[in-house]
């Protein structure tokens, strides 16, 4: 049963790979001519293909090559040995090359224990870093602010959105599902409301759109296909392009004339996260 599962999921990881070098290459190519959200869904198909296991034809499955070399060996004996007919002998040689010697049975044992160690050892780092944000995040103070009061009755949603600060972030950001939350930094110029007003849009495009579901889905497939480099690259364009979207989605909401100083903006937050 782990034989075939870790074939399964490098037969996943290999045609994974070439999908991602494919919209990577669109990416380079069409950067700055498509929507950004037209990346995300091809991000989100290769997820498809990283995590949901359908069948596709591959010559790079794990037992092809030690098959079809075992099947010619064999041929070659019994056809030599017993004078059988071609056909006969494949027939007895293909039975017996079904069934994986126990060096390579034992040599896939030791990759399906790596992978497993691997993917769980990466799991308890995602957890365990959400669970000490969560934690610090819980210290976070509510935001009194007129201005915020205002933003949030225009902006209504059927899932209640809170707006916090902390002194612990130097960007904004948002977290949680089912109750989520805005975090902004505590050294928030308040009083400056357009900046607060593109910040607060930038953090509501991500709620509306479930962003915090994506990126959970992106980490799980990280931690599945842990030993691709492929995938890492996958998985940081993605949350890369994920910004970019909700900046397009911003500057569409406000209009052209609003992406120098919104541009301006985001250089600053950058400025100051990375001091």
């Known amino acids: 049963m782990d034989m075939k599962l870790f074939d399964s999921v490098l037969q996943m990881s290999i045609s994974g790979a070439a999908f991602i070098m494919a919209v990577v290459l669109i990416r380079v190519a069409a950067i700055h001519k498509l929507p950004k959200k037209t990346f995300l869904i091809l991000w989100e198909l290769v997820m498809i293909r990283l995590l949901i296991p359908f069948s596709i034809p591959s010559m ?26 071609a056909i006969q002998g494949l027939s007895v040689a293909t039975q017996k090359a079904a069934e994986p010697p126990a060096d390579l049975s034992s040599s896939v044992s030791m990759w399906f224990i790596i992978w497993c160690a691997g993917m769980i050892l ?80 930038h953090e509501y495009v991500h709620i509306c759109r479930y962003d915090t579901v994506a990126k959970s889905i992106a980490t799980l497939a990280l931690c599945i296909h842990w030993f691709n480099p492929f995938v890492w690259l996958m998985y940081l364009l993605f949350n890369r392009d994920l910004e970019l979207a909700c900046d397009e989605s911003v500057i569409r909401q406000f209009g052209e004339g609003s992406k120098s100083a919104y541009s301006r903006m985001l250089i600053d937050m950058e400025a100051a996260k990375s001091g």
């Open 122 to 201: 990466l799991v308890l780092f995602f957890v365990l870093s959400y669970l000490r944000c969560l934690i610090e995040f819980r210290t976070a103070l509510p935001v009194h602010d007129h201005a915020v009061e205002m933003w949030l009755e225009k902006h209504p949603l059927k899932r209640p959105v809170l707006v916090r600060q902390s002194d612990r972030i130097f960007a904004p950001l948002t977290y949680g599902i089912f109750r989520p939350v805005i975090l902004m930094p505590k050294k928030t110029d308040w009083k400056n409301e357009k900046q607060l007003h593109y910040v607060l849009s």
């Open 60 to 85: 790079f499955s794990v037992y092809t090559l030690a098959t079809h070399n075992l099947s010619s060996a064999a041929l070659l004996e019994i056809e030599t040995q017993h004078n059988i007919p």
